[in-house]
């Protein structure tokens, strides 16, 4: 079947058949999912060659990975987010062109891209402090969208983001409230804008109630099991340990969590973990009830999201920049529970109860 029989199916022209089927926004949704519909029904695929000849589009969205010193690549939320936005370029007739390349050939990557007309637009990973990935695609004249945000950037740009500030707040206020007042941050590396974010959630949910941040209870840092494991030995092991972690990622809150069993602890019982990024295809939290009490955010929606902001960029040049900040919920699992217990476990009474034999 070609664009003419379907549309002649479906009562439209082809003009209308075509832009609903390749992401133009001035086709109601309705319309849209009704396309979409039919061509799955008739086993319809546009003629990818036919459009990139007439539109003069690659038809294609670019992804550059640096593989030296950044690990996305391996990461379960990467994973999730390429399968997110993977789902829109396939309805919408786009390849997904994937570039790993070591971190000094990034610029000329997106050179090469742009000059070769390989893709019609990228979405940018992992944004850092004053990225300079930002200035470079302006400057090429490549439509992109952030996926983040970028701290001192002084040009104005796309992007989409979770509020990760205002998660780690809220986390930090939920610690609180439950008594905790040694709460230690096990963050990414603070070199990267979500990292900057939730350590300023997290600090300001602390001064909001007069608590002085300690240095010692805060660790920076790859988002590994590992990493997570030798915060959070470390910190258990102060004269003043933590009652509570909050960790920037499912797996360094696997990796505290088996820091806190290590130490003969019971978590959410002498010590309280939070993580964030829960919501993942492949790494679940749990089944009915979730394990770790978590702020979540779906990473997959994400890619779907950035991915459509970018074809709606690359279908309407000239559009102006375009943000969107969502928000994390707050899923109570298995991992929290009261400072009362943790707090008696550091009592000089009750250690030395402990090293008696006395009872807990």
């Known amino acids: 079947m070609n664009l003419k029989e379907l549309a002649t199916r479906l009562g439209l022209s082809p003009t209308t058949v075509s832009r609903a089927l390749n992401g133009y926004p001035e086709v109601n949704e309705a319309t849209r999912e009704r396309v979409i519909a039919a061509a ?3 086993d319809y695929h546009p003629n990818t060659r036919a459009i990139r000849l007439a539109t003069g589009r690659a038809m294609a969205v670019g992804h550059v990975i640096p593989i030296a010193t950044r690990h996305e690549i391996v990461n379960p939320v990467f994973a999730d987010f390429i399968a997110g936005a993977g789902e829109v370029y396939t309805r919408n007739g ?7 390349v070591p971190d000094e050939d990034e610029e000329a990557t997106y050179r090469a ?4 007309g390989n893709v019609d637009g990228v979405i940018v990973h992992a944004p850092r402090l004053d990225d300079p990935r930002i200035p470079l695609l302006h400057q090429i004249g490549l439509p992109f969208v952030v996926h983040g945000r970028a701290t001192g950037a ?3 740009y796309s992007w989409l983001d979770v509020n990760n500030r205002r998660a780690f707040q809220r986390a930090t206020e939920f610690l609180l409230d439950l008594g905790h007042a040694r709460i230690g941050l096990i963050n990414g590396l603070e070199f990267m804008d ?3 974010r939730r350590r300023t959630g997290y600090l300001d949910a602390l001064a909001a109630r007069g608590i002085a941040p300690d240095p ?4 920076s840092g790859e988002m590994t099991e590992i990493a997570g494991f030798r915060a959070a030995q470390a910190m258990l092991a102060l004269p003043r340990p933590p009652t509570a972690l ?3 990622s499912m797996l360094s809150g696997m990796g505290a969590r088996r820091a806190v069993e290590s130490a003969g602890l019971v978590m959410g019982r002498d010590v309280s973990i939070i993580i964030h990024d829960d919501d993942l295809s492949y790494l679940k939290n749990g089944e009915e009830v979730p394990i770790f009490t978590a702020t979540r955010s779906s990473v997959r929606e994400a890619g779907r999201l950035a991915a459509e902001m970018l074809l709606g960029l690359i279908a309407r040049p000239g559009t102006g920049p375009q943000e969107r900040l969502l928000e994390a919920e707050l899923i109570i699992g298995q991992s929290t529970g009261p400072a009362l217990l943790a707090q008696r476990r550091q009592s000089p009474y009750h250690q030395g109860a402990q090293t008696s034999g006395g009872p807990l």
């Not at 786009?94 to 790993?100: A, G, K, N, R, V």
């Not at 891209?113 to 070769?116: A, E, Y």
Request: include cysteine.
């Open 113 to 116: 891209l742009k000059s070769k």
């Open 216 to 219: 010692a209870l805060m660790s």
């Open 40 to 42: 799955r029904r008739h």
């Open 194 to 196: 979500f990292a900057i």
């Open 154 to 156: 002084t040009q104005a």
């Open 94 to 100: 786009h390849d997904m062109l994937l570039s790993i």
């Open 246 to 248: 909050l960790c920037s």
